[in-house]
């Protein structure tokens, strides 16, 4: 490729932010709930890289067809990857893109097709925005818009973006992105600012995985968490992690007289149909994983982000550990205490509009 700004190059990122701010020196855009892409067209020559600097070009030909029928003959665009199902995000249809055979790919990509969602543009012909800041850049990108480029909707008001942040979820989005209007793109560095949904729930801890660099027994890897269906189903909706070296210990104690072989609600007999359990094998991981079960008898508060995986859903990211409850009895841990966002039209969202569906 000859453009100015040539693969690989690692995209900017965002660091946590607890609120939106009354600030008018940001740029406010919706999070998107997809795959960080970055695109560089070149004529005839096409890259979709992904955020780690992987090529992407395989697993979303439609994708590739869209952008060579539309972008500039010259560009470089960074945006998301993302799957639109039934008026929101569908993050677990964009995942099984990520497929060793393409014959599945080619059939997913007739039946859920993948779109991209454009953010920032880092060149455009012979000239690199690269230094250019953020309200330039946006600028630039307004002007590719329209039919060429899917474009985020974007705003400086904070009011707005703060209505984003209640309505936009209900159409699968995570959350508000800030950009530093005065800012340059750089590359792998967070300049941004992400602020996302947290939510708790009290879940059973009814099984752990013990910590790769010590031997079983002696140091506590990660819980597993279980939450009850309409039946009185127990589900594996997540794990909880990030402890401390010494707690991790300390947790290997506390929890070593909950160890069982007996009758769990996760394993032989007591499985049920389409029940979630814990350690599967699946497209990332290609044989089971191990884990110890333990007596489903205590609970623990864990903050989340946001669910996926439909009914019965499952906490999208690793939980965080808020406290835990031994005034919470196990079996009233259910799926009823998790949020759920009013649903909005995905549409709406690349106009900003406030229209809500049913």
Not at 293 to 305: G, T
Request: glycine share 8%; aromatic share 8%.
């Amino acid at each position: 490729m000859s453009l100015p700004v040539t693969p690989p190059v690692k995209p900017m990122l965002a660091r946590p932010a607890k609120r939106i701010p009354d600030s008018a020196e940001l740029l406010f855009e919706p999070k998107w709930d997809g795959f960080r892409c970055l695109v560089f067209r070149d004529g005839a020559e096409l890259t979709l890289q992904s955020r780690s600097l992987k090529p992407l070009n395989r697993y979303f030909p439609e994708v590739l067809a869209e952008l060579a029928e539309t972008l500039p003959e010259r560009v470089v665009l960074d945006g998301e990857l993302v799957v639109g199902l039934g008026g929101r995000l569908d993050f677990d249809a964009l995942t099984e893109r990520i497929h060793p055979a393409q014959s599945r790919i080619s059939l997913l990509a007739e039946q859920t097709p993948a779109s991209f969602v454009a953010f920032d543009v880092l060149a455009v012909g012979d000239r690199s925005l690269l230094d250019e800041p953020t309200g330039e850049r946006r600028a630039a990108l307004t002007d590719l818009a329209g039919e060429a480029v899917r474009l985020t909707p974007a705003t400086t008001d904070p009011a707005t973006a703060r209505h984003w942040f209640e309505l936009f979820e209900g159409a699968g989005l995570d959350g508000v992105i800030g950009k530093p209007l005065a800012e340059t793109y750089q590359p792998g560095k967070r300049v941004l600012f992400k602020y996302k949904h947290s939510r708790t729930a009290d879940c059973v801890v009814a099984g752990l995985r013990w910590h790769a660099d010590t031997a079983p027994g002696e140091a506590v890897g990660s819980l597993l968490l279980g939450l009850h269906d309409e039946a009185g189903v127990l589900h594996h909706v997540g794990v909880v992690g990030a402890f401390p070296v010494a707690r991790r210990r300390e947790l290997a104690a506390e929890l070593a007289g909950l160890v069982t072989e007996g009758p769990h609600p996760w394993l032989g007999d007591a499985v049920t149909e389409h029940q979630r359990l814990p350690g599967g094998v699946n497209r990332w991981r290609p044989s089971e994983q191990p884990w110890v079960p333990l007596r489903p008898e205590r609970v623990v508060e864990v903050s989340y982000e946001h669910t996926e995986g439909g009914h019965p859903a499952r906490l999208r990211h690793t939980a965080q550990f808020v406290r835990w409850r031994p005034d919470r009895d196990p079996a009233s841990c259910g799926y009823a205490q998790l949020e759920e966002p009013a649903r909005y039209d995905l549409d709406a969202v690349f106009h900003g509009e406030v229209k809500r569906t049913r």
